[in-house]
């Protein structure tokens, strides 16, 4: 990741290909080593290749992968008609005692 992001960053800075050395350049100046084979394996793969276009690209792939947070599919229900609804149960809540913290044993205090 750290060698696409500094690629990325070469890219957004008007560098539209950037070589192994400006990947290494970058790193280099926050103190990162660079892996040479993952960094050539990189540029390999995105070499020739417009940097837009693969990020539109990848943004349409990451639209259909499911990303959570809409819940289950309601349960199809079948009804014989004529028949009461089912009434739900209700079952009482427990209220919920906030546990007391207490700095006592260690001899700290907030305004001490």
């Keep these: 990741m750290k060698h696409l992001a500094a690629y990325l960053l070469l890219g957004l800075g008007g560098n539209t290909?950037?070589?192994a050395d400006d990947v290494k350049g970058v790193l280099s100046s926050v103190g990162i080593?660079?892996?040479?084979?993952r960094?050539?394996?990189?540029?390999?793969?995105?070499?020739g290749k417009n940097l837009q276009d693969l990020i539109a690209e990848g943004s349409t792939k990451l639209a259909s992968v499911p990303s959570g947070g809409g819940?289950?599919?309601a349960a199809p229900?079948?009804?014989?008609?004529?028949?009461a609804a089912?009434?739900?149960e209700k079952v009482p809540e427990k209220p919920v005692e906030p546990e007391e913290d207490s700095d006592?044993?260690?001899g700290l205090g907030l305004f001490d």
């Design 17 to 19: 290909s950037p070589s």
């Design 33 to 37: 080593e660079a892996d040479d084979e």
């Design 39 to 47: 960094l050539d394996k990189l540029i390999g793969e995105l070499e």
């Design 71 to 73: 819940g289950g599919a």
């Design 77 to 83: 229900t079948t009804s014989t008609g004529g028949g």
């Design 86 to 88: 089912p009434t739900e």
């Design 104 to 106: 006592e044993d260690m």
